[in-house]
C-alpha cells in the first residue's frame, strides 16, 4: 500500500494543482470580463488567459459549471496520462524521472489537448458555418490561449512536482530494482472519455441555451405591451469636422459602396469603392470617415486605426484626382471577434473625409462593440485588366 501511494505520489499533486490553476484563470478571465469592471480586457487577457471558453458563462444553468467540470476534468487527466507516459511514477521505480522542464511541457500538451477537444466541440456547435471559411476560426485563438496559459501558469505545478519529487529520492537514496512496466490502460480509457465528453458537452449546451431563451421568449406574455426602444445610429456628418482642401470630393458628390469581406484564419478585409457622381472632377486626399451600427441599429464604439492590417496595405494619404464617373478605393481590415452575446454589425457608414455626408451600406460582419479596425487611405482604382 505505501508503495503504491509513493508511486502515484508526485504525478497526482501535479495534477491537482494544474487542475487548480486551470479553473481559478478560467473563473477569474470569464468574472472579469462578464462583469462591468474598470479593468482592461488586454490587461485580464495578459494575466488570466481564457482557460476556460468564455461563451462558457453565457450557457444556461447548469451548463456553465458542467462545462468548466468537464474542462478541468480532462486537462488533469491529460495531465496525469502525459507525466505517467513521460515516466513520472516515483522517484522509487526507476534512477531517472522527468525533470522541471520535462514536466512543464506535459502541463503544456496537456492544456493544448484540452483546448483541442474544446474548439472541436464548437465546431460541432456552430455546424453548418455561415462561411465554410469561418468553419475553424476560433480553433486558432483557444490553441494560443492554451500554450500561453501553459507557459505563464504551467512552470508553477512543474515547480512543485520537482520539488516533492527531489523529497521523495533523498528520503531514500538507494534505488531498487526498477519495477515491472505496468499498462497504461485506465488513465488512457480515463482521459479518452473525458475528452469525448467534453466535445459533447460544447453542442449540447449551445442547443440547450437556444432552446431555454426561445422557451422564455415564447411563454413571457406581457400584461402590457413593451415599447420597443428607438435605436440611435451614427449620425450622417461626423462631428470630427476635418477641414477640406480645393475641389475635394463631398458626400454628396459621390456614391460609394462596399464589396463582400474576405477572410483567412482570424482575419478579414474588405473594399470600399467611391465613385465621383458629379458633372467635375474633384480630389480625394484623406482617409475614409468610417463608423458602424450594429444589426439593429444601434451605434457601436469601434476603434478606426489609420492604416493596414494582416490583409491590407496602406499606401497613406496622397492625392487621388477623380473625373466624373471615375472610382478610388480604400480597404479596412480586422481580426475576427468573438461576437458569442454580442449583436453583429449590420451597417457601415462611409464619408471621403471627416464631416461630410456618409453613405451608408448593409452588412453583416463580425466586428461588434469595442473592436478595433484598420482603415487605409484612399488610392486609385485600376482599370479590369490593368497591369
Not at 501558469?153 to 531498487?176: E, F, K, M, Q, Y
Not at 492625392?319 to 480597404?331: D, H, R, W, Y
Request: with cysteine.
Amino acid at each position: 500500500m505505501e508503495k503504491e501511494e509513493r508511486t502515484a505520489g508526485p504525478a497526482l499533486r501535479i495534477t491537482a494543482i494544474s487542475g487548480l490553476i486551470w479553473l481559478l484563470t478560467g473563473v477569474l478571465n470569464g468574472l472579469i470580463l462578464s462583469s462591468q469592471t474598470r479593468i482592461p480586457a488586454q490587461f485580464t487577457r495578459l494575466f488570466f488567459p481564457e482557460s476556460i471558453a468564455l461563451r462558457t458563462w453565457q450557457s444556461t444553468q447548469p451548463w456553465p459549471i458542467l462545462l468548466t467540470l468537464f474542462s478541468v476534468l480532462t486537462l488533469m487527466a491529460f495531465t496525469f496520462l502525459l507525466l505517467r507516459t513521460a515516466g513520472l511514477r516515483s522517484a522509487k521505480e526507476s534512477t531517472t524521472f522527468p525533470g522541471f522542464l520535462a514536466t512543464w511541457m506535459c502541463i503544456i500538451l496537456a492544456a493544448f489537448g484540452t483546448a483541442a477537444f474544446v474548439s472541436l466541440g464548437f465546431v460541432f456547435a456552430s455546424w453548418p458555418p455561415a462561411r465554410l471559411a469561418w468553419l475553424l476560426e476560433g480553433v486558432q485563438p483557444a490553441l494560443f490561449n492554451a500554450g500561453y496559459w501553459g507557459i505563464l501558469w504551467g512552470w508553477i505545478p512543474a515547480l512543485a512536482g520537482s520539488w516533492v519529487t527531489a523529497r521523495v529520492a533523498a528520503s531514500d537514496p538507494v534505488a531498487p530494482k526498477p519495477a515491472p512496466k505496468q499498462r497504461d490502460g485506465l488513465p488512457v480509457a480515463l482521459a479518452v472519455l473525458l475528452a469525448l465528453t467534453l466535445t459533447a458537452a460544447v453542442p449540447a449546451a449551445h442547443y440547450y441555451t437556444q432552446n431555454a431563451q426561445a422557451g422564455a421568449v415564447i411563454s413571457t406574455t406581457p400584461a402590457e405591451p413593451v415599447p420597443t426602444p428607438t435605436p440611435y445610429g451614427w449620425a450622417d456628418r461626423s462631428d470630427a469636422f476635418q477641414e477640406a482642401g480645393e475641389n475635394w470630393c463631398t458626400g454628396d458628390a459621390v456614391s460609394i459602396s462596399v464589396g463582400e469581406p474576405e477572410g483567412a484564419t482570424g482575419h478579414r478585409g474588405m473594399g470600399i469603392v467611391v465613385t465621383n457622381t458629379a458633372t467635375q472632377p474633384c480630389v480625394l486626399q484623406s482617409y475614409p470617415d468610417i463608423v458602424f451600427n450594429n444589426a439593429d441599429g444601434w451605434a457601436i464604439e469601434v476603434m478606426v486605426v489609420h492604416g493596414g492590417s494582416f490583409m491590407t496595405d496602406d499606401p497613406g494619404v496622397s492625392e487621388i484626382p477623380l473625373a466624373p464617373g471615375a472610382s478610388a478605393q480604400a480597404f479596412i481590415g480586422w481580426n475576427a471577434m468573438a461576437a458569442a452575446g454580442d449583436i453583429r454589425t449590420g451597417e457601415i457608414l462611409v464619408a471621403p473625409f471627416a464631416g461630410t455626408l456618409r453613405h451608408s451600406s448593409a452588412v453583416d460582419l463580425d466586428i461588434v462593440d469595442g473592436g478595433t479596425v484598420s482603415v487605409t487611405a484612399w488610392q486609385a482604382l485600376e482599370a479590369p485588366g490593368a497591369s
